[in-house]
């Protein structure tokens, strides 16, 4: 009786669990026909073992993905896409089982607890300082930066860490994990060199430029390219900063349609803000916008974004951009050294950037000097008005003597002016009276 209990306590203890971490508004209600397709296909006896159509699975996954089934969806994703595309014996990942890479120490621990903290930070599954949320996303992270010698830990990995582990056990969300950064070659825009991120966001800036000219030249004319602010877009999978059920539904294209979903998504959030951008007239106010105003996304914005994203294709123009920057890279390195010309021009830059600062500092001075000068001269005309209140009377007073005194002097006044400005003048005209 007493094993029964236990069991039965562990029971509520895994539903509650699986409860708060799926405690994330669902984006694209699925129909009542597709919670009984997926439960179809995963209850199939040769899932593992025989490809389906493609094109079957990615209109099961456009249809829409329930939450409840989310992560045994993607492992079935990610088993189907490997019965399809092998990796060559070099690009895989060693076969090191999960639970030995634990029991080993990694170099990359400091930089993994700091992240600890920072990785959905308001989801009540990892807010919790080393609970259980924390301790498994420490451990799938300790694991992989194991097994990738080469990527370790990046900043980053963690946000597409922990969107996994929210459905689906440790050790499924590693298998999952290193589905995505070697079959699907995310790893490569961790790297230490990050040429591949690079990449990605010459191709974006690219697609703006061939789709949305005017926002292009706007982002352009003010200097903002894309790596101020679809670098995080790109290393997190848009987990860092977006509703989690928004990321989870492009998890879902992620599997069927490759990293081309996530440039597709980018491009259809830049265009459905284009408007809003282009109204932006600065530097500031504009990176402002792309960071904090894009990411707050209303539910139909966030659904009409998946729509757009999955009828969209662009993976022509991709793969013409990565040649292109290929080539124009290859252009860079075979040019010819700098010359005595180009050596001058450096430092009639560098002498010039030193004037500049110059007149900088000499602004600031100006500046700081008119400011005192306008203090000044607000002080001097309240003492001013001070001293003409003081002056009226005596003004008045000597006015009155000077008209008692016409009855007894032959002098014919001709003008008489105060000037209350600083002191009173008194200026007379006489003429004698023959």
């Known amino acids: 009786m007493e094993k029964e209990n236990q069991r039965l306590e562990a029971s509520r203890d895994e539903l509650h669990i699986r409860k708060m971490k799926l405690d994330y508004q669902e984006v694209c209600q699925c129909s009542k026909e597709v919670p009984a397709l997926w439960d179809r296909k995963l209850s199939s006896p040769c899932r593992t073992k025989v490809q389906w159509d493609k094109e079957e699975i990615h209109s099961a996954v456009c249809q829409g993905v329930p939450k409840s089934r989310r992560g045994e969806v993607w492992l079935l994703l990610s088993q189907q896409y490997r019965l399809r595309h092998r990796l060559p014996q070099r690009q895989q990942p060693p076969e090191t089982p999960y639970q030995d890479l634990l029991k080993q120490l990694t170099a990359q621990q400091h930089a993994i607890l700091v992240d600890l903290g920072r990785t959905f930070p308001t989801h009540q599954y990892f807010s919790t300082q080393l609970g259980a949320g924390q301790l498994s996303l420490y451990n799938l992270l300790k694991a992989y930066s194991l097994l990738d010698t080469e990527v370790g830990y990046c900043q980053g990995i963690s946000f597409v860490a922990g969107l996994l582990l929210l459905h689906m056990s440790e050790e499924q969300a590693f298998d999952t994990l290193k589905f995505l950064m070697y079959d699907l070659g995310i790893r490569r825009q961790y790297r230490p060199d990050m040429i591949s991120l690079q990449i990605q966001m010459y191709q974006l800036s690219r697609l703006l430029h061939d789709y949305h000219r005017n926002l ?59 408007g809003e951008i282009l109204e932006c007239d600065g530097f500031e106010s504009i990176v402002d916008y792309l960071k904090s105003t894009i990411p707050t996304l209303t539910h139909s914005q966030m659904e009409e974004t998946i729509t757009k994203a999955i009828e969209m294709d662009i993976s022509k123009q991709l793969h013409a951009y ?113």
């Open 216 to 274: 292009y030249t706007h982002l352009e004319e003010h200097e903002i390219c894309p790596s101020l602010y679809a670098a995080p877009w790109f290393l997190t999978l848009f987990a860092s900063q977006f509703p989690l059920g928004f990321v989870a539904r492009i998890f879902d294209l992620l599997f069927v349609q490759g990293t081309e979903v996530i440039f597709k998504v980018a491009l259809c959030l830049l265009s459905s803000h284009g």
């Open 322 to 434: 990565e040649v292109e920057y290929h080539v124009l890279q290859d252009e860079l390195s075979d040019a010819p050294p700098p010359s005595e010309d180009s050596d001058r021009l450096d430092k009639l830059e560098k002498a010039n950037a030193q004037l500049k600062k110059q007149n900088m500092d000499l602004l600031e001075k100006l500046q700081v000097d008119f400011a005192l000068f306008s203090s000044l001269s607000s002080k001097q005309s309240l003492l001013q008005t001070e001293l003409e209140f003081e002056i009226e009377p005596y003004g008045c007073s000597l006015d009155r003597r000077l008209l008692n005194s016409r009855s007894e002097t032959p002098v014919m006044e001709s003008w008489l002016c105060f000037s209350f400005i600083s002191r009173p003048v008194l200026v007379c005209n006489t003429t004698t009276i023959s």
